[in-house]
T-cell receptor, first 118, second 108 residues
Framework: DAGVIQSPRHEVTEMGQEVTLRCKPI?????LFWYRQTMMRGLELLIY????????DSGMPEDRFSAKMPNASFSTLKIQPSEPRDSAVYFC????????????????FGPGTRLTVL | RKEVEQDPGPFNVPEGATVAFNCTYS??????FFWYRQDCRKEPKLLMS???SGNEDGRFTAQLNRASQYISLLIRDSKLSDSATYLC?????????FGTGTRLQVFP
């Protein structure tokens, strides 16, 4: 299995530009998570999908952030407009377990996208 | 009180040593717990799941103390390759909270 695939691996953009991050979860996994990691705040859950439906987006920082999961094999996280404080590593993770199972913590992470907003 | 608290370290230990990390959590509704390891500039990887009082996998042992609301990770016979950051993850219903991690450095 190829594991969770994320693209791009690195993104450098200027403030105000739109940024789209992509994720392909492991085939057969029905839960998908987007995280952001910074030195100051650690790893933060942004949004969680189960069976392609957003279940919890309470971690999305503001309206500039949006996420979609049009099918079981693809998800995007979009930032529009981007700001320097959005600079972070964004991880996508998938799990074969749903949130209610108590096993959703068993997740497989992608390699991350390192975003720098100038 | 923070939802998850971990000593950031670093813990510097020689090869072969035994080292233990503690993690305290505030939500008593947490039923399951996870330990992840994260190497520098890499993604987190699941190390161990804890669904009852503890779990053991080779050199790694996790112990849960629900009364005091902490979970520990014990690493025996440390290897150089154990050098990483260890993230504690309590799982209250419908939520997953990552600690900021404890950094371990094993030296020869």
């Amino acid at each position: 299995d190829a594991g969770v695939i994320q693209s791009p691996r690195h993104e450098v953009t200027e403030m105000g530009q739109e940024v789209t991050l992509r994720c392909k979860p492991i085939s057969g996994h029905n839960s998908l998570f987007w995280y952001r990691q910074t030195m100051m705040r650690g790893l933060e859950l942004l949004i969680y999908f189960n069976n392609n439906v957003p279940i919890d987006d309470s971690g999305m920082p503001e309206d500039r952030f949006s996420a979609k999961m049009p099918n079981a094999s693809f998800s995007t996280l979009k930032i529009q407009p981007s700001e320097p404080r959005d600079s972070a590593v964004y991880f996508c993770a998938s799990s074969p377990y749903g949130g209610g199972s108590g096993r959703a913590g068993e997740q497989f992470f992608g390699p991350g996208t390192r975003l720098t907003v100038l | 009180r923070k939802e998850v608290e971990q000593d950031p370290g670093p813990f510097n230990v020689p090869e072969g040593a035994t080292v233990a990390f503690n993690c305290t959590y505030s939500n008593s509704a947490s039923q399951s717990f996870f330990w992840y390891r994260q190497d520098c500039r890499k993604e987190p990887k699941l190390l161990m799941s804890v669904y009852s009082s503890g779990n053991e996998d080779g050199r790694f042992t996790a112990q849960l103390n629900r009364a005091s609301q902490y979970i520990s990770l014990l690493i025996r016979d440390s290897k150089l390759s154990d050098s990483a950051t260890y993230l504690c993850v309590p799982n209250p219903p419908d939520k997953l909270i990552f600690g900021t991690g404890t950094r371990l450095q094993v030296f020869p």
